[in-house]
């Protein structure tokens, strides 16, 4: 249980253009799912919060006209990288919080297998 | 602001037990100890999180001083697929966001 999948696992766009990335947490309802990204040999780092049916909350510094989020049903999230460049390539990683997975380490964030975003 | 302390890397032969420390030594009385790690070019995966007790599951142990100011992650048998970087995280029991610092980097020889 507690599978996070993200679809595309790698992506290459033009820089100007845009891109979506998806979030689906599979066998268990997410209300709260988390969008990070992470460059090369560096930490992962937060950009937003997202609660379903409401706003997402982005960190300090993080552009939310340029990193738009949808959180439309508790099993799914979009990140959508809007007029990309080349320092938007990164690896963008979700995590999902579950309901209730009746499970040890239930109500823990499971993470999503990361989508690679190349902007050329 | 870190809120943890762990060694950059460590190495630890095939089979034998692996212990990764961390220290915490701010942490409050709300706050949970977590441990992540992630394998190259793959998501972070949930290992164990404790809050004042000692913690067993099926993939580590978690081992919490009993002033909490430090724990340590033990992974009994470690084999090569365990290489990773191990994150070592306080996260206030009120607040689901997680920070992540640098971590260690693990590497199982065979």
């Known amino acids: 249980g507690a599978v996070v999948s993200q679809h595309p696992s790698r992506v290459i766009c033009k820089s100007g253009t845009s891109v979506k990335i998806e979030c689906r947490s599979l066998?268990?309802?997410?209300?709260?799912m988390f969008w990070y990204r992470q460059f090369p040999k560096k930490s992962l780092m937060l950009m937003a919060t997202?609660?379903?049916?409401?706003?997402?909350?982005?960190e300090q510094g993080v552009e939310k006209d340029k990193f738009l989020i949808n959180h439309a049903s508790l099993t799914l999230s979009t990140l959508t990288v809007t007029s990309a460049h080349p320092e938007d390539s990164s690896f963008y990683i979700c995590?999902?919080?579950?309901?209730?997975?009746?499970?040890?380490?239930?109500?823990?964030?499971?993470f999503g297998p990361g989508t690679r975003l190349t902007v050329t | 602001d870190a809120k943890t302390t762990q060694p950059p890397s460590m190495d630890c032969a095939e089979g034998r037990a692996a212990n990764l420390p961390c220290n915490h030594s701010?942490?409050?009385?709300?706050?949970?100890v977590y441990w992540y790690r992630q394998i190259h070019s793959q998501g972070p995966q949930y290992i164990i999180h404790?809050?004042?007790n000692n913690e067993t599951n099926e993939m580590a142990s978690l081992i919490i001083t009993e002033d909490r100011k430090s724990s340590t992650l033990i992974l009994p048998h470690a084999t090569l697929r365990d290489t990773a970087v191990y994150y070592c995280i306080v996260r206030p029991v009120n607040d689901y966001k997680l920070s992540f610092g640098a971590g260690t980097t693990v590497t199982v020889r065979a």
């Open positions: 997202s609660n379903e049916g409401s706003k997402a909350t982005y």
């Open positions: 995590s999902a919080r579950g309901v209730s997975l009746g499970l040890a380490g239930a109500y823990e964030q499971y």
């Open positions: 404790g809050l004042k």
């Open positions: 701010t942490i409050s009385g709300n706050e949970y």
């Open positions: 066998d268990f309802q997410a209300t709260t």
